[in-house]
């Protein structure tokens, strides 16, 4: 089947009981038993639910293997879930130096207090990650494209890295999801989900996941998410298995905007830069052209002003909404050297490209005329704001 397809039926089953086609809400803390030891696979819903479960089942079947994912509260919970599975004292992560602020907050300020080291380089050159090796390296975390400077790493290259190392590849695939970047097929041993963004896509939930195509892994994920008590809740499974139903069909038309809105952009004597991987001047548009299925619907570029052009735009814009989110069907702008990102140290800030100018769209479903004349309007009030 293709993604379309899957993103519809599969993992998905109908009622049993009922002959619901959607999947119930089971809103359940606790399930009965036949007897001692005796279940139909819940008792406790910390440890699993089944509505969650079905999310799982149908996040497996989009990337098109057999183990279920692991779903979380938040994307933020499976990286945590991700490091206390696979790490401990003494263990050393290589990260590309360009995620979302939150991966680096929690890597700096929490890991470090457990005696688990981050070493942050620029892996859209593999060699930085080889040369960045250490005996005690058990993980390497990326993403791309990259959160918010649209960064391509070429996964091949780096799981090849890896796997002659004996090191893990985990990937964070929030921006493109497996309908546009298949990283399993790529080599990636671990898939990375903020389910907030692209996979719901209407605002409406937080929750993030973890999957392998390893049982045993599989088993550690979802043991640390009973410990930790970090499981994803049944309302939100539920909104988020409709969510993906058009997900297909809405990274599509996403993608198709944001490469119109990148090209129209290039065009303005008020942008100085813009960085979308569909451009052919786009340092990693070869890298994405072979490992990406299109260009996604995530864009970031800068003013001549800096920082106080950005902000006169984002405060003149009108349908566009200035905000932390991204992935929805609206339109949403950022700042993320303020917003996103505003807990990375400035100087990686600086070194990776997130200056105070950068400014980050992820475009939405609007029309995609309707969002260049509001992007239009607010860039003639920017150099006025500015003098």
């Known amino acids: 089947m293709n993604h379309q397809t899957r993103a519809i039926r599969g993992g998905r089953k109908v009622d049993p009981t009922t002959g619901a086609i959607l999947t119930p809400i089971i809103q359940s803390t606790t399930y009965a038993m036949g007897g001692v030891g005796v279940h139909k696979g819940f008792t406790y819903s910390r440890a699993d639910n089944p509505t969650v479960a079905a999310l799982e089942s ?46 680096v907050r929690l890597m700096r300020e929490f890991f470090t207090k457990f005696g688990v080291e981050t070493t942050f380089v620029d892996s859209s050159d593999p060699s930085n990650v080889q040369s960045a090796l250490r005996e005690n390296t058990k993980l390497v975390i990326i993403e791309t494209p990259a959160n918010p400077t649209m960064k391509v790493t070429d996964i091949a290259a780096i799981a090849a890295i890896t796997r002659a190392h004996g090191a893990l590849l985990a990937v964070d695939n929030t921006f493109l999801t497996a309908v546009l970047q298949d990283c399993f097929g790529l080599g990636a041993d671990i898939i990375i989900y903020s389910t907030t963004k692209y996979i ?39 909104l988020t298995l409709q969510g993906l139903k058009t997900l297909p069909i809405r990274l599509r038309e996403h993608s198709r905007s944001a490469l119109s809105i990148a090209k129209w952009l290039q065009q303005q004597p008020q942008v100085a830069e813009v960085y979308f991987p569909g451009l052919e001047s786009h340092p990693g548009h070869n890298v994405a052209q072979k490992q ?81 004349a509001d992007l239009d309007q607010a860039l003639a009030k920017v150099g006025a704001a500015v003098v």
């Open 58 to 103: 149908a996040l497996s079947s989009i990337e098109g293997i057999e183990v279920p994912a692991v779903c979380l509260g938040t994307g933020m919970a499976a990286i945590h879930a991700l490091a206390f599975t696979l790490l401990q004292t003494g263990s050393h992560i290589i990260c590309d130096e360009v995620v979302y602020g939150g991966t």
């Open 200 to 238: 719901e896509g209407h605002d409406s939930t937080v929750g993030g996941a973890l999957l392998t195509r390893d049982p045993e892994l599989r088993e550690r994920f979802a043991y640390c998410r009973k410990a930790v008590g970090s499981i994803q809740k049944p309302q939100e499974a539920f």
């Open 292 to 372: 990406q299925g299109d260009w996604g619907g995530m864009l970031a570029f800068e003013l001549r002003g800096g920082f106080e052009a950005g902000k006169a735009l984002m405060e003149s814009v009108q349908l566009c909404t200035l905000a932390e989110n991204l992935g929805a069907t609206e339109t949403l702008i950022t700042h993320p050297a303020s917003m996103t990102h505003g807990d990375v140290p400035k100087e990686q800030r600086e070194r990776s490209g997130i200056t105070d100018g950068l400014i980050r769209l992820s475009v939405g479903l609007e029309d995609t005329e309707d969002l260049i």
